[in-house]
T-cell receptor, first 113, second 114 residues
């Protein structure tokens, strides 16, 4: 069963605009959430994370929002750049039951000039 | 920091053959993870180790799959015998088992079983 879901397989955004990638989870024990970025032929690389005690975390152009009641998180990229074109994976973990990450299937973001 | 190193990058083998994937984690990291990526199932956790000890192998699909970590700097994932449905990209990742340190992934091994 997929405990982390990314329902949009792909997203296309114009350069300079905001990209919003969404993620839903089902396991209420998850208390730490991460976004990874993946280019072709490379492994996923860590982008940004958020603990369940927060509802927002910002790092430069990237902001992650967490809505625990809705079991939903989102990644905002603003302004979007062509180099942001990649597959973005949402991941979640429960600190109390080991440190293994559960991943969504990813959203492929294309930022067009 | 050389990152997580996986070998080979590509492996093509015939059904029934044994396949061994290798991983060298980042020095100092004490947790190691094997993931498999397919179109249908995305990134699935197969097994992970803490301090060279397997902690959770519930993701290993069948007895044909086995993983070892003989020391802190090396791990293998073996498939014997391999089947066409094992074709996927296999990623190794490592992390510090302290707090919520993120996983660092290798570039993966693309396995094709014909």
């Amino acid at each position: 069963d997929q405990q982390v879901k990314q329902n949009s397989p792909s997203l296309s955004v114009q350069e300079g605009r905001i990209s919003i990638l969404n993620c839903d989870y089902t396991n209420s024990m998850f208390d730490y959430f991460l976004w990874y970025k993946k280019y072709p032929a490379e492994g996923p690389t860590f982008l940004i994370s958020i603990s369940s005690i927060k509802d927002k975390n910002e790092d430069g152009r990237f902001t992650v929002f967490l809505n625990k009641s809705a079991k939903h998180l989102s990644l905002h990229i603003v302004p979007s750049q062509p180099g942001d074109s990649a597959v973005y994976f949402c991941a979640a973990m429960s600190s109390g039951s080991g440190y293994a990450l559960n991943f969504g299937k990813g959203t492929s973001l294309l930022v067009t000039p | 920091d050389a990152g997580v190193i996986q070998s080979p990058r590509h492996e093509v083998t015939e059904m029934g053959q044994e396949v061994t994937l290798r991983c060298k984690p980042i020095s100092g990291h004490n947790s190691l993870f094997w993931y498999r990526q397919t179109m249908m199932r995305g990134l699935e956790l197969l097994i992970y180790f803490n301090n060279n000890v397997p902690i959770d192998d519930s993701g290993m699909p069948e007895d044909r799959f086995s993983a070892k970590m003989p020391n802190a700097s090396f791990s293998t994932l073996k498939i014997q015998p391999s089947e066409p449905r094992d074709s996927a990209v296999y990623f190794c990742a490592s992390s510090l088992k302290t707090g919520n340190s993120p996983l660092h992934f290798g570039n993966g091994t693309r396995l094709t079983v014909t």
